[in-house]
């Protein structure tokens, strides 16, 4: 019995949130298996994957890109450690909707969330043309964890801290390992330790939880 109730917690919960159509289970996809979909359907609700990393359980949750699922979306963020926020670096718009969509959702993640900028699709600008700078898309990064960063240097003045901001290619691969890595080794030091203390477990109780529908398939990487 106590194996079984181990199963359904997790020491980290991470979401990943963006539009339709950037990419969002292409890039999971990609992580979890090494594969790449092009077309993997799209995703009602939310998918979960529970991902082991060393001594640590990790728990992924797409979310639906579509605004008529943002309530549900909302939903699966509550008490997410991270979240990948995710847009298309050849569409404006996917960048422009972060902040007035996808950023609220988060309200019921922990207060100390640590949000990573993640663009997607970069194998795209050998046939399209950018429309999202790096540079815009860094800024919004360091000033949506302003408060993260400001209490780590309050402890250590002289500690350096890389950006959370990645540029991925679910296609090739690109990066794609290096954003879950920037955000376990954030979270979750190596030692096992995490400042002395385990970290708060997730529970994953399948009870507790709204349904989540299979994804149908449809033309676009959601």
Known sequence: MAASTDKKKADIKIVIVGD?????????RRYMDGTFTENPGQTVGACFFLKQWGKYNIALWDTAGEERFSGLSSFYCRDASAAIIAYDITRRNSFELLQER??????????????????????????????????????????LNASRFQ?????DPHKKIKEPFFETSSKSGENVDKVFQYIFTSLLPSDGTLEAKRPDTVQLDGDKQPSIETPKSRGCCN
């Open 20 to 28: 339709a159509c950037v990419g969002k289970t292409s890039f999971i």
């Open 102 to 143: 996808y950023i609220p959702l988060l309200e019921a993640a922990k207060e100390d969330c640590l949000l990573c900028m993640t663009g997607m699709k970069k194998d795209l600008l050998s046939e399209r043309s950018r429309e999202v700078t790096q540079d815009e898309a860094k800024e919004f990064a360091f000033r």
């Open 151 to 155: 209490a780590i240097k309050r402890g």
